[in-house]
T-cell receptor, first 112, second 112 residues
Framework: DSGVTQTPKHLITATGQRVTLRCSPR?????VYWYQQSLDQGLQFLIQ???????AKGNILERFSAQQFPDLHSELNLSSLELGDSALYFC???????????FGSGTRLTVV | EDKVVQSPLSLVVHEGDTVTLNCSYE??????LLWYKQEKKAPTFLFML??SGIEKKSGRLSSILDKKELFSILNITATQTGDSAVYLC????????????WGAGTKLIIKP
């Protein structure tokens, strides 16, 4: 167990639907990062939060949004889902001022 | 645009062989390069390299950075089937709030 908890582990949903992925960072880590990894693709950075505030945005679609709550857990909301959104979504956390990422085990999203 | 390129994309060797994985980078205001191992799920941290020419070693794995030629290599000696994984490298810059710029990975398969 890495200390970063992601739920659910698997999610199957239909096109056009909306889902919420949840991440609890490692204790003490203030930064949360969301990544998308499609089949045989590298990790695509989506968004970063630091202590409740959005810090940086990557290639995140407008249909996707995220937030980090006061208890530091984070949620990634994916709406109007398309088949191409099927992927593994990772959350990672790190302490303040560190590249020491710890990844969660990911949520595998399948859009049918 | 910053980028990290890994080669080869995939590699199949026999148990006991030695492999060298390559990672080249073009990162403005480069800070460091990180190596991760991804088996079935979450990437796990291997090394962080910041200084040119200094080898980092952990068991049969070692890595070195060349900041003049802008690349890093990851060596695995006496490979075992448990080394089969995707190996990811990522660059960091001075400005980016601890985001990583990821390569696409090298898929390494070790045959018994």
């Amino acid at each position: 167990d890495s200390g970063v908890t992601q739920t659910p582990k698997h999610l199957i949903t239909a096109t056009g639907q909306r889902v919420t992925l949840r991440c609890s960072p490692r204790s003490g880590d203030l930064s949360v990062y969301w990544y998308q990894q499609s089949l045989d693709q590298g990790l695509q950075f989506l968004i970063q939060y630091y202590n409740g505030e959005e810090r940086a945005k990557g290639n995140i679609l407008e249909r996707f949004s995220a937030q980090q709550f006061p208890d530091l857990h984070s949620e990634l909301n994916l709406s109007s889902l398309e088949l191409g959104d099927s992927a593994l979504y990772f959350c990672a956390s790190s302490p303040s001022g560190s590249y020491g990422y710890t990844f969660g085990s990911g949520t595998r999203l399948t859009v049918v | 645009e910053d980028k990290v390129v890994q080669s080869p994309l995939s590699l199949v060797v026999h148990e006991g062989d030695t492999v060298t994985l390559n990672c080249s980078y073009e990162v403005t205001n480069f800070r460091s390069l990180l190596w991760y191992k991804q088996e079935k799920k979450a990437p796990t941290f291997l090394f962080m390299l910041t200084s040119s020419g200094i080898e980092k070693k952990s068991g049969r794995l070692s890595s070195i950075l060349d900041k003049k030629e802008l690349f890093s290599i990851l060596n695995i000696t006496a490979t075992q089937t448990g080394d089969s994984a995707v190996y990811l490298c990522a660059g960091t810059d001075m400005d980016s709030n601890y985001q990583l710029i990821w390569g696409a990975g090298t898929k390494l398969i070790i045959k018994p």
